[in-house]
């Protein structure tokens, strides 16, 4: 099955699929079969996937409709029994600072490393994103980041148990519908020697054959 994706769908793109294949973009998922055309809502909302039938063109189902529909969903799933404390509504840095006031009020373990942790990465990284935009995918940006500029993997997982705790314990305080999604674990192991300079340039312009890294004269 043949699987595309796209920013932006078209009545002309949609027209031009082959028989067996899916089209996804904006929320969407446009399946051709032999008959038409079905149209699916596919999206996350708080870490939960969405995927539904809106309709099929031999109903009388467009992307136009198509549109409306999932426009109306997505504001259907928004609707939560804890929308009275609205996190779902606030960003990371705001979720992490109920997170520290609570942890402090419970006399929570290690709250100054966590404080740290929130303070220099996490909030520099996820601070601006909605609770709800926040996924499995972004952990693993920020894994790669922080791999980056030279973290062990030992100390990024760290970091990311301290994101995986903030939406556990406001999931448990009731301030959540759900759960931060659960960042992959990164393959801890040995730290690997830097070169010297000195060492790798000799080695690099020695002559073949010799086994001595160093440069005369």
């Not at 699987?3 to 399946?31: A, N, P, W, Y």
Request: aromatic residues 8%; glycine residues 6%; proline residues 4%.
């Amino acid at each position: 099955m043949k699987e595309i994706k796209s920013h932006i769908l078209t009545k002309q793109l949609i027209s031009k699929m082959d028989i067996g294949s899916t089209l996804f973009g904006e929320k969407l998922e446009v399946r051709k079969t032999e008959k038409g055309h079905s149209f699916y809502a596919n999206f996350m909302v708080r870490g939960k996937r969405i995927h539904k039938l809106l309709g099929k063109t031999e109903n009388q189902m467009n992307l136009t409709k198509a549109r409306t529909a999932v426009n109306q969903l997505i504001a259907e799933q928004s609707a939560s029994p804890y929308k009275s404390n609205a996190f779902y509504e606030k960003t990371f840095k705001q979720a992490a600072d109920k997170y520290l006031e609570l942890q402090t009020a419970s006399g929570g373990k290690n709250i100054r490393q966590k404080r740290q942790q929130i303070r220099d990465h996490l909030t520099p990284f996820f601070g601006n994103f909605w609770v709800h935009e926040l996924s499995t995918g972004l952990t693993e940006k920020y894994a790669h980041k922080r791999r980056s500029v030279g973290t062990a993997n030992a100390t990024i997982n760290r970091e990311l148990a301290v994101f995986r705790h903030i939406g556990k314990t406001l999931f448990d305080h009731r301030l959540l519908a759900s759960p931060f999604p659960a960042p992959k674990t990164q393959k801890e192991g040995g730290k690997k020697k830097k070169l010297s300079p000195i060492w790798s340039l000799n080695n690099f312009l020695k002559p073949q054959g010799t086994t001595s890294a160093h440069i005369s004269p």
